[in-house]
């Protein structure tokens, strides 16, 4: 079968969901085609030969995305093409979408169930949790890593690769659309292939890493066996990864021995500042644990980027004026993508959320648009000052302001709000610190999986299909 598979966005990297289908259905006999949306354009010649296409939803953002490129290919083909939706959000959000749109979607270990479709004999599961053994990704048909995002440090940019050790989360965060679709289990790649993966992404000019799992410490042997692994065939290769708060506390020698491996910086779910919030997201860390982690990790050298999730329903203006003075107190202000400060809380299809009443008497409908159950904050203030954030972040994220100038313009924005609202703020008026001696390492794409689309990301979305 001709079968051509799609990524609208898995965060600036080159898309390893599309990469490693592909590589199951060529081992399969099927003819593969791919194009990835946010580098790329599809038209014509992509549309009219495959029999299959299949789309790559790993993340928020990207389903957003995929149902305008599902419209325009159905528009196009009608039903003589079957579409289906693979990733993450395929099965919390396919059940949302309108008839005959997509004729499957696959969550989990999607891989065998893409080639389950191609050979005529699909899976009826929409999720899929069966152990896979990996074939090499088939990264020849994605575009060069110098098109994706790069690592900035030390006054320099290098081409970055993204592999992920392990798939799913052994946590059950509440707000997390993880634990909905594996609920709290794991699969591994195997360490050969990984290896093997990084040897070509090196080939291809990568000289720093980033780790994608949900959490890479979630399996600490693992994890150390790869690092080790890949740091002997290629000792100079720098890292990055994503793990809890708790890990942190919990393992600071393992960070000691991944520093030394060529780790630079952690991303971490810091999330809020509020003992309410924390507790209702099942975080399982203080606001203080994260001061603590925060100075672990400086301890050895290795950088902290907290991701935050600053308003939820019980998120108040005091806990936003609370963030902000722990952000500038604990000079993370360059180690914070603006984004991070414009998120709210999503509650998707399955979320885990939706079993408590503190959720639930928030709720106000669905919007199968957004692929999102609809909440307001109590208080009217704290929506607005959200709205205000979320485009002032936008709009300088597709202008390409220096972030530092957007952190200036969220505090203002809070200070109006706190102000309006006869609400203390002693700190309002004070000036960022300055940056710190050199600015610390980050990617240069700063979006988030969760972070509603910017109007250039939406645009973007099949863009000359049908044309």
């Known amino acids: 079968?001709?079968?051509?598979?799609?990524?609208?966005?898995?965060?600036?990297?080159?898309?390893?969901?599309?990469?490693?289908?592909?590589?199951?259905?060529?081992?399969?006999?099927?003819?593969?085609?791919?194009?990835?949306?946010?580098?790329?354009m599809l038209g014509d010649a992509d549309l009219d030969t495959p029999e299959m296409v299949a789309i790559a939803v790993p993340m928020h953002t990207a389903m957003r995305m995929a149902v305008r490129v599902a419209r325009a290919i159905r528009g196009r083909r009608g039903t003589e093409v079957h579409i289906a939706l693979f990733g993450l959000y395929a099965p919390l959000c396919g059940p949302a979408l309108e008839p005959g749109l997509a004729d499957a979607v696959i969550g989990g270990e999607y891989e065998r169930a893409l080639v389950a479709i191609a050979d005529g004999a699909p899976d009826s599961r929409s999720i899929?949790?069966?152990r896979l053994s990996f074939p090499l990704p088939a990264r020849d048909l994605l575009p060069p890593l110098d098109r994706y995002t790069r690592l900035q440090v030390d006054g320099e940019e290098r081409l970055t690769g993204y592999v992920e050790a392990t798939r799913g989360c052994v946590h059950r965060c509440r707000h997390c659309p993880v634990p909905a679709v594996?609920?709290?289990?794991?699969r591994v790649w195997q360490r050969d292939v990984l290896v093997e993966d990084v040897a070509g992404l090196m080939d291809g000019g990568m000289r720093h890493l980033t780790f994608g799992d949900p959490d890479f410490l979630n399996a600490v042997p693992h994890a150390l066996a790869i690092v080790r692994a890949i740091h002997d065939r290629f000792p100079d290769l720098t890292f990055d990864i994503t793990t809890k708060v708790e890990h942190i506390l919990e393992h600071p020698d393992v960070l000691a021995e991944l520093r030394e491996l060529g780790l630079l910086f952690v991303v971490s779910?810091?999330?809020?500042?509020?003992?309410?919030?924390?507790?209702?997201?099942?975080?399982?860390?203080?606001?203080g644990d994260v001061v603590t982690a925060l100075r672990i990790c400086r301890s050895l050298g290795v950088e902290l980027r907290p991701s935050l999730l600053p308003f939820t329903p019980w998120?108040?203006?005091?806990?936003?004026?609370?963030?902000?003075?722990?952000?500038?107190?604990?000079?993370?202000?360059d180690s914070v993508d603006p984004v991070q400060l414009s998120i709210r809380l999503l509650v998707p299809p399955g979320s885990l959320l939706l079993a408590l009443p503190e959720m639930r008497e928030h709720l106000h409908g669905y919007d199968p648009e957004g692929f999102s159950h609809l909440w307001q904050h109590p208080d009217p203030l704290m929506d607005r000052l959200r709205a205000d954030i979320a485009a002032l972040v936008a709009a300088d994220t597709?202008?390409?302001?220096?972030?530092?100038?957007?952190?200036?313009?969220?505090?203002g924005l809070t200070a109006a709000a706190a102000a309006h609202a006869q609400v203390s703020w002693p700190d309002a008026g004070t000036a960022l610190p300055p940056q710190r001696g050199g600015a610390p390492p980050r990617?240069?794409?700063?979006?988030?999986c969760c972070a509603?689309?910017?109007?250039?990301q939406l645009a973007g979305a099949g863009v000359g299909v049908g044309a």
């Open 398 to 411: 597709d202008a390409g302001v220096a972030p530092r100038t957007t952190h200036a313009g969220i505090r």
């Open 452 to 456: 509603e689309p910017t109007t250039a």
């Open 269 to 287: 779910a810091v999330e809020s500042t509020s003992p309410r919030v924390l507790e209702i997201l099942d975080k399982g860390h203080s606001a």
């Open 182 to 186: 594996y609920d709290g289990r794991i």
């Open 443 to 448: 990617l240069s794409e700063p979006w988030f």
């Open 128 to 130: 899929v949790l069966d």
């Open 1 to 40: 079968m001709r079968v051509l598979l799609v990524s609208c966005y898995e965060l600036g990297h080159q898309p390893l969901h599309v990469a490693s289908a592909a590589a199951f259905l060529r081992a399969a006999g099927h003819d593969v085609s791919a194009v990835d949306l946010s580098v790329q």
């Open 315 to 333: 998120s108040t203006l005091r806990d936003q004026i609370d963030l902000l003075d722990m952000i500038a107190a604990n000079d993370l202000t």
